[in-house]
């Protein structure tokens, strides 16, 4: 037998082993594919199942949410609403005041605006509630804080979370009331009069437009009271206000942006100014510590600290300034009331430079009427982010909910402040220290009247109130009563023949203001 079927034979045999092992193993591969994919297959629908019970469940808490919101809203008056998106739509920066009073007067002290499905506005006038509000609201907006941010960096004034903000905020009023405060009064005469040469020298006609005059005293108090004489001399002081004021004009439209605009080209030049004028607060604080004693710097970390003051404070400071300006003009006779009270403050103080404002119930009275008729803002926002709010009526505003104090509505309430509450009274402030018959004679003479505390009225808001209540306002009211100290020694303030003696209160980047500003002229004394 030939030797080659035998060897054919094994290479068959061979061959078909070797099919059989490799279908064994495509079988088992194949299985093994089959098993990996029904394995995916079912971690893939359990990822989908878990995806969307967790989604629905997060729609379901959401649409609970609103619900809740729209059930506990339900007791508190307002106007019907218009459609599902409320009267977002009707409201303007420029007209929610009116829209407020007459709510109020239709629907009683404390009213609710719905702004959409979701956000809640409740407005409240009531002073007795108000105080309430205020100390149990500590929150504000997250828009607020945003819009700020983006422009200044981090700062604990506009911080939506009071529990966050809380202990620098503490830090900040004491600083703010001690040793800045002392500062305050002791910025020499010659500066406010440079001032006022300076923007005299630059007026062709010798009228000065009452804002811009009141923006350039601002700035100078609050820079150099802040950073001390050697922001008088910083050259960049002129650029570095040009800057502040551009930015604040764009801050709450750029903040108003859920998602930040980076494909913008004007935001990245909004970002530009804004580092910028970060740089420029570095240098001059560097400056600042290298060249005085400015301890009390180091509590304004980081720069958004100090930033935001300079910001928040010149345009406030500004509006007051313009504001009382314009109401000195307008009444003269308590003009030369102030100016006698100067002249006696002047015999019994320590230092030349030292202005006693205490010893001038007049002048302050007159501060505090003109932050009465003319608050820095029309509303006081706060909110509170996680709790309800109980009131002692049994109103319940819901968590998240807008609150608003309409300031401007309470400070002119006739209920309040009388008959005259429109009009421009400082001796509401004052109370005389002899019994006389005529109330307006009373206050003649130096001795004659003795300053009201200001907090015994409830419905005297121009700073707010509470746990975010204006940290400057001592340094607001002692910088500028000593700041009118001075002018209304050496300057005379008349009112431009021809210009507007009645402005009106109007809305200018976001502050509260008399337009058009009327222009005025500062007559030396004798």
């Given at each position: 037998m030939s030797k080659f079927p035998i060897i054919h034979h094994h290479c068959t045999c061979l061959f078909e082993a070797e099919q059989s092992i490799l279908s064994l193993s495509l079988n088992r591969c194949s299985s093994a594919a089959s098993m990996a994919a029904s394995f995916f297959e079912r971690q893939l629908n359990a990822i989908s199942w878990v995806s969307l019970?967790?989604?629905?469940?997060?729609?379901?808490?959401?649409?609970?949410?609103?619900?809740?919101?729209?059930?506990?809203?339900?007791?508190?008056?307002?106007?019907?609403?218009?459609?599902?998106?409320?009267?977002?739509?009707?409201?303007?920066?420029?007209?929610l005041t009116d829209i407020l009073y007459k709510c109020h007067k239709k629907y009683g002290r404390v009213v609710k605006l719905w702004l959409g499905p979701t956000q809640l506005l409740v407005s409240i006038e009531?002073?007795?509630?108000?105080?309430?509000?205020?100390?149990?609201?500590?929150?504000?907006?997250?828009?607020?804080?945003?819009?700020?941010?983006?422009?200044?960096?981090?700062?604990?004034?506009?911080?939506?979370?009071?529990?966050?903000?809380?202990?620098?905020?503490?830090?900040?009023?004491?600083?703010?009331?001690?040793t800045l405060?002392?500062?305050?009064?002791?910025?020499?005469?010659?500066?406010?009069?440079?001032?006022?040469?300076?923007?005299?020298?630059?007026?062709?006609?010798?009228?000065?437009?009452?804002?811009?005059?009141?923006?350039?005293?601002?700035?100078?108090?609050?820079?150099?009271?802040?950073?001390?004489d050697v922001f008088l001399?910083?050259?960049?002081?002129?650029?570095?206000?040009?800057?502040?004021?551009?930015?604040?004009?764009?801050?709450?439209?750029?903040?108003s942006y859920s998602v930040t605009p980076f494909w913008k080209q004007e935001f990245w030049r909004y970002q530009d100014s804004c580092t910028r004028l970060k740089f420029?607060?570095?240098?001059?604080?560097?400056?600042?510590?290298?060249?005085?004693?400015?301890?009390?710097?180091?509590?304004?970390?980081?720069?958004?600290?100090?930033?935001?003051?300079?910001?928040?404070?010149?345009?406030?400071?500004?509006?007051?300034?313009?504001?009382?300006?314009?109401?000195?003009?307008?009444?003269?006779?308590?003009?030369?009331?102030?100016?006698?009270e100067v002249v006696m403050a002047q015999k019994v103080r320590r230092k030349t430079y030292e202005q006693n404002v205490e010893g001038m119930p007049k002048l302050l009275a007159t501060v505090y009427e003109s932050a009465r008729l003319l608050p820095a803002g029309p509303l006081l926002q706060r909110c509170?982010?996680?709790?309800?709010?109980?009131?002692?009526?049994?109103?319940?505003?819901p968590a998240g909910a807008i609150i608003v104090v309409p300031v401007q509505l309470v400070q002119s309430n006739t209920e309040t402040w009388g008959?005259?509450?429109?009009?421009?009274?400082?001796?509401?402030?004052?109370?005389?220290?002899?019994?006389?018959?005529?109330?307006?004679?009373?206050?003649?003479?130096?001795?004659?009247?003795?300053?009201?505390?200001?907090?015994?009225?409830?419905?005297?808001?121009?700073?707010?109130?509470?746990?975010?209540?204006?940290?400057?306002?001592?340094?607001?009211?002692?910088g500028i009563s000593s700041l009118f100290a001075v002018l209304l020694g050496q300057y005379e303030i008349r009112l431009q023949s021809g210009s507007e003696s009645n402005p009106k209160p109007t809305m200018n980047n976001y502050i509260l203001e008399l337009l058009p500003s009327p222009k005025i002229v500062f007559i030396k004394r004798k």
């Open positions: 019970i967790t989604v629905t469940a997060f729609l379901l808490v959401k649409l609970s949410n609103i619900f809740g919101l729209w059930i506990k809203a339900r007791p508190i008056p307002g106007p019907p609403s218009p459609s599902f998106y409320g009267h977002g739509h009707l409201i303007t920066r420029s007209n009531d002073s007795e509630l108000i105080k309430e509000v205020l100390w149990k609201a500590e929150d504000k907006l997250p828009l607020t804080g945003r819009a700020f941010r983006l422009a200044f960096g981090k700062s604990s004034l506009f911080i939506s979370s009071f529990d966050k903000v809380e202990h620098q905020r503490k830090l900040l009023e004491v600083k703010l009331g001690g405060l002392e500062r305050a009064s002791l910025i020499p005469d010659k500066i406010f009069c440079s001032i006022i040469e300076r923007a005299q020298n630059e007026t062709t006609k010798g009228g000065i437009e009452c804002e811009t005059i009141s923006l350039s005293l601002a700035f100078s108090i609050l820079g150099s009271t802040i950073f001390g001399s910083w050259p960049k002081a002129t650029v570095y206000k040009e800057l502040l004021m551009k930015i604040a004009k764009d801050a709450c439209f750029w903040g420029l607060t570095e240098e001059l604080a560097k400056e600042c510590r290298q060249n005085c004693n400015a301890e009390f710097l180091w509590a304004f970390e980081p720069c958004g600290e100090l930033i935001s003051l300079m910001f928040h404070g010149s345009l406030t400071m500004a509006a007051l300034i313009a504001n009382i300006l314009t109401r000195l003009v307008t009444h003269l006779d308590i003009q030369d009331e102030i100016y006698s509170s982010l996680h709790h309800d709010l109980n009131l002692k009526n049994g109103t319940v505003i008959k005259d509450a429109d009009k421009f009274n400082p001796y509401r402030f004052v109370l005389p220290t002899e019994p006389i018959s005529d109330k307006k004679e009373s206050l003649k003479g130096f001795d004659s009247c003795a300053m009201k505390e200001p907090n015994e009225f409830e419905a005297f808001l121009p700073f707010g109130y509470g746990a975010r209540a204006c940290i400057g306002q001592k340094l607001a009211v002692r």
